[in-house]
């Protein structure tokens, strides 16, 4: 069973790395592209990619545990 | 049939009603309230936030004992789940607005779908904190607290989108008047962003 | 012809068709006129329940080794007062009540943004109310309005029930705080620039930020309270690792902005009635306006001078009480600019204007004491005195209360299309100023002296003052009823007003009394701020308001 366990792990980390790479540079460039949008709610539209971006580059990290919180099983 | 027929007076809709005055002004009013609302949605997180990490560093340490270990990699690829489910829901926007109904509906449905993994991924890492559950009470303040409030309004968002798509076809939106399905989208990023957050409190910190 | 409409498509035009059902038309409207009539109604049957509360209050304190009441039963019967005087009585009151009244015909807008949402932040109100009130039913609350963990995870449902009760509420105040903010920001007339507005918008205007923003943060404290209580969450228990501090810093978040939303809307209300009877224009302005966005931004900054003496750390102390003597420089303020507005003018002592009056002395003498308060070591002193009792009663009874049954004397025709009876007014005035004055200036040196508040007993060297109190107290509930039953009275009996009786000079008075469902025949435009007495009006498009001429047109959908 550990043998199992530690492979599924495995494989979220490796989708993760992957998919979080894709996500990471869709909203970074759907940012560039919307840059010059204006009025209220676009102003809120690009912060919440940029955030998205942000979010995206965290998870890579996470994955690779190079962040990683205390309480969290490495 | 019937669908067809739906789908076809949704088009055919589509393409009518020149936004007036009337219009253009409440639009300004309900992006304005609703965008409020979301002021005051991150207000309540917030809060819990502020509660969390306030017992975090003024208690008996972190993590607190017997508290369960959290599970890095589910958290990691969950979050780039929901993170993606961003990426498809300004997809399903970005083609509304270039009129193009087919694949607006189909990355709304791939946005429904993403946030449903997401919840089953919460609900997997609930199953397996559930199993190793040391009894530690304050772990729960903290962190299902923030989780679950958090859960539900993914799952409420589920829900909007699902209502927006059914709407959608129903005609409701023309390609000129689309404010529900932009709040919705807003909404959706509102969600993702506290995710964001969440994430890095619980999981990098 | 008439004159040509001023402003053609768009929500200024926008008129609801006149609801034509009795349900309609005065217990499920969308109109905000009736609305705020309807807040008002509902806060005047809580503000009798809470003052029979405080009355009961007063006569245990009579005598100082036991009245009749059961230290559990006073503890209730003060939470109870306290809760429903701020949250049931004068928030709603000043916010929903008297702002959805008047604000909106204020900036030239036929209703609030979400009319819809307006009607179900009322209806919240009287069924959260009924929930407080069964409290008393299941083992009412009994840690004080603002229940501190351990007492509040103790005792009976009825904490729960509060919790549950008041978060509803907050849920109406912050839909209302969204609504007003989004009506000033996006529905003002035309030509109503932010420095034209009056100073009564300004006031909701600043109000409704904090509504929505500190009432959210009040309703995460009482999730948590409510979880731990019911499910065992251990946010505020020490020995499962949470913190009762906690409970605190959540509570105080929200409460110390409250207590501005239980002020801002009265100074609102004071900077329209000074002018008007003192026939001169408000002094300052500008710096009543951007004082009052200054008290707001900085009333999210000094809520741990509640805590100074909660076992906090001491760092905290310096910045907090540096803070909330700061919030006194605006307010200062705004004091020399009502005070000079009234100095050289033509005052007419009315009803509104006496309570004005009384409004800038009490508030004055409650600031000054919440100066003392703002500093560390006198506050360890007073803290959990009387003297805190007397500070904060002088804000809200001299200050926002009387400020509220100003605006009552003051739009009353508003409401109606009468007047209420002005010596009767006036009797309710000076009735107020010595019942209240009475009631609650003892309690400052009570309070040094070092009687305790929250006690149902005392030490026998307080009882005189106490009497003397009590005996004050039933001059000034005398005053409410007079009050009361005059606006009661009134409604069939008061002499009509006409439009304009003060001869005031913002939008809501130059429209019919009672006001009509549509506002405005035709939306006017606004190119001056209203308080220059010397030049006309500075209003475009209002002359066929008072005339007979039919009611604008529905728009055609």
Redesign the interface.
């Known amino acids: 069973m550990e043998g199992i366990s530690a492979t599924v792990a495995h494989v979220e980390r490796i989708l993760a790395f992957i998919f979080g790479i894709v996500v990471f540079f869709v909203a970074a460039i759907a940012l560039k592209n919307d840059w010059k949008s204006k009025g209220l709610e676009n102003q809120v539209f690009k912060m919440m990619l940029a955030l998205l971006a942000l979010g995206a580059f965290l998870a890579i990290l996470a994955s690779v545990n190079v962040l990683a919180g205390k309480g969290v099983e490495i | 049939m019937a669908v067809a027929s739906v789908t076809q007076a949704g088009i055919v809709g589509r393409h009518h009603e020149e936004p007036d005055q009337l219009y253009v002004e409440t639009r300004e009013l309900r992006v304005q309230g609703f965008l409020l609302f979301m002021v005051s949605d991150l207000v309540l997180f917030s809060s819990f936030i502020f509660a969390y990490l306030y017992l975090r560093n003024t208690g008996q340490g972190w993590p607190p004992p017997g508290a369960p270990k959290l599970d890095l990699a589910l958290a990691s690829i969950n979050s780039v789940i929901l993170f993606g489910s961003g990426a498809t829901m300004h997809f399903a926007l970005e083609n509304w607005k270039h009129r193009n109904f087919t694949k607006f509906a189909n990355w709304i449905i791939a946005t429904i779908i993403l946030g449903a993994m997401f919840l089953s991924g919460q609900i997997v890492e609930y199953a397996k904190i559930s199993a190793t559950w040391g009894g530690s009470g304050i772990f729960g303040a903290g962190f299902f607290t923030l989780t679950g409030m958090h859960g539900f309004h993914v799952f409420c968002g589920i829900i909007y989108l699902t209502v927006l798509l059914l709407q959608a076809l129903q005609g409701k939106y023309t390609f000129q008047k689309y404010t529900g399905l932009t709040l919705g989208t807003l909404y959706w990023h509102f969600v993702d962003v506290i995710w964001v957050v969440l994430f890095s409190i619980f999981y990098l910190y | 012809m008439a004159v040509a409409a001023v402003h053609s498509?768009?929500?200024a035009?926008?008129i609801h068709p006149e609801p034509e059902s009795f349900l309609r038309k005065y217990v499920f409207s969308i109109d905000h006129k009736i609305i705020g009539i309807q807040y008002i109604v509902t806060c005047g049957i809580f503000m009798m329940l809470a003052g029979a509360l405080a009355e009961l209050i007063r006569v245990q304190l009579m005598r100082a080794n036991g009245g009749f009441m059961t230290p559990d039963t006073y503890n209730a019967v003060f939470t109870m007062h306290g809760s429903t005087m701020v949250w049931f009585v004068i928030i709603p009151l000043l916010t929903g009540g008297f702002g959805n009244l008047i604000f909106p015909v204020q900036i030239g807008a036929r209703d609030v943004?979400?009319p819809w949402l307006n009607m179900v932040s009322y209806w919240i109100f009287p069924v959260a109310g009924l929930m407080l009130y069964s409290s008393f039913l299941m083992g009412a609350p009994v840690a004080g309005w603002t229940e501190y963990p351990p007492m509040s995870l103790q005792g009976g449902a009825g904490t729960s029930m509060w919790c549950a009760a008041v978060f509803l509420m907050g849920i109406g105040s912050?839909l209302t705080?969204?609504?007003f903010?989004?009506t000033i920001?996006?529905?003002r007339a035309p030509g109503m620039t932010f420095t034209r507005m009056p100073l009564f918008v300004w006031g909701q205007f600043v109000t409704a930020p904090l509504l929505?923003?500190a009432?959210?943060?009040l309703?995460?404290?009482l999730a948590?309270l409510f979880?731990?209580r019911e499910f065992?969450?251990?946010?505020f228990?020490p020995t499962?690792?949470?913190?009762p501090?906690?409970w605190q810093?959540?509570f105080w978040?929200y409460s110390h902005p409250a207590v501005y939303i239980m002020i801002l809307p009265a100074f609102g209300m004071i900077s329209e009635i000074f002018p008007t009877f003192a026939r001169k224009p408000i002094f300052g302005y500008k710096m009543i306006a951007f004082s009052s966005c200054a008290i707001a931004i900085l009333g999210f900054m000094v809520w741990a001078h509640h805590m100074f003496t909660s076992g906090m750390a001491p760092t905290l102390e310096l910045p907090f009480m540096v803070l909330t003597m700061l919030i006194a420089i605006p307010t200062g303020v705004k004091i020399f600019s009502w005070t000079t507005t009234l100095f050289g003018g033509i005052l007419e002592f009315t009803t509104p204007m006496l309570y004005s009056i009384g409004f800038l002395i009490l508030f004055t003498i409650g600031g000054v004491t919440g100066v003392f308060l703002a500093a560390v070591p006198f506050d360890l002193h007073a803290h959990g005195t009387y003297f805190i009792v007397a500070h904060f009663h002088y804000v809200i009874a001299g200050g926002s209360l009387m400020g509220a049954l100003a605006a009552l004397y003051f739009w009353y025709p508003k409401m109606t299309g009468r007047m209420m009876n002005e010596s009767w007014g006036k009797w309710s005035f000076w009735l107020y100023m010595i019942g209240m004055n009475g009631t609650f200036l003892p309690m400052h040196w009570l309070g040094l002296w070092g009687m305790p508040r929250r006690y149902a007993v005392y030490d026998p060297q307080f009882q005189t003052w106490n009497q003397i109190e009590s005996w004050f107290s039933f001059v000034m509930t005398a005053s409410i009823l007079l009050t009361i039953f005059n606006a009661i009275w009134s409604i069939k009996y008061g002499k009509k007003s006409g439009a304009n009786p003060w001869r005031a000079r913002t939008l809501e008075w130059q429209i019919p009394s009672p006001m009509p469902y549509y506002n405005f025949k035709h939306v006017p435009s606004v190119f001056a701020a209203p308080y220059d007495f010397a030049e006309p009006l500075p209003y475009r498009g209002l002359e066929e308001e008072l005339t007979d001429s039919p009611p604008p047109v529905p728009?055609a959908h």
Request: glycine fraction near 16%; charged fraction near 10%; avoid cysteine.
């Open positions: 498509g768009g929500i035009d926008h943004a979400f912050t705080g969204i609504n903010l989004v920001l996006k529905m929505m923003i009432t959210t943060a309703g995460a404290a948590a979880v731990q065992g969450v251990p946010f228990d499962k690792g949470g913190s501090l906690l810093h959540m978040f728009a």
